[in-house]
């Protein structure tokens, strides 16, 4: 499995303009409020160095864009062989006609046109288990725009103190899936309700989950992917519960958020993709020495 690779300088405006020919929809993520959001939007028209988006409000479910001009944005669409994405910053805002407010779109966004386009492979967002023979911690805490200020690094490392342990089942690119054991759950403080309010695609129902988890929330996340290696971490939000099938736990599936708004993100889903190839390589591995295994056997 490869990592994330530049698209050619003079394939960037062809891809930009079939996208917006052929009306793909795109993910926005941004920040707001100290809390990662994401919105569909699609790409309207390229003029230069300024690309337009608009806001999909599908049904009024997705509520108003929060943003401003000189953020930082993110963006991604899949298309063909794989999921494109690109941090931009915010050049202006422009009001919905009211036309468009009657079809259920929201208002123009005005992006600088970016310089640089990154590709991962579609099979990057495939699930991979984590191979047996590791035990992989996940540390899980939630998130609060009261504690996300301008010194993150120092307010996450206390959240982490107040935070639930959990086991990593499978990885991806886009997202993971987590056992949180019922002992850990006990010990976890509910959050704030507040925190439960989701800003994301779908309606979130706040009578699914635990007491201490519900669909729709952020959380941030961190693990070892081995034993030798640094921590990740990186922002989540929950898109569904499930009891474990012994009833010991809770089985969390998580959608990563938020890696396409910067430099900094696109770091940490490079190594996401090495991770996913690493353990991809590792379950290939056993599975072949279980078959030579077998095959002795017979004989």
Known sequence: MSEMVTLQREKLEIILRTVISEKVP??????????????????????????????????????????????????????????????????????????????????????????????????????????QSLKVKVLLWHRSAKHETKNQVLDRAEQVHKCCQGRLLDISAGGAQIVVPNESLINYPTPDSQEIKSDELENSNSDVGSPNFKKGQFLWVRFTPMPYERPLTFSAQIRNILPTADGQGISLGLQIVGLEASPEGHQILTRLISIVGHYHQINQSGAKQLDKSSFTSAL
């Not at 390229?46 to 999909?56: A, F, N, P, Y």
């Not at 992006?111 to 990154?118: G, M, V």
């Open 26 to 131: 795109a993910i926005m993520s941004y920040l707001s409020k100290g809390k990662w959001h994401v919105a569909k939007v699609l790409l309207t028209n390229l003029d230069g160095k300024r690309l337009t988006v608009e806001s999909i409000r599908a049904k009024n479910k997705q509520r108003p864009i929060n943003i401003q001009v000189d953020q930082p944005v993110g963006i991604s669409f899949k298309h063909e062989y794989g999921k494109f994405v690109f941090d931009t910053t915010v050049l202006g805002l422009e009001m919905p006609q009211e036309q468009e407010e009657n079809r259920g779109w929201g208002g123009s966004i005005v992006l600088a046109a970016p310089d640089k386009i990154e590709v991962v492979q579609r099979r990057s967002y495939f699930r991979v288990e984590v191979p």
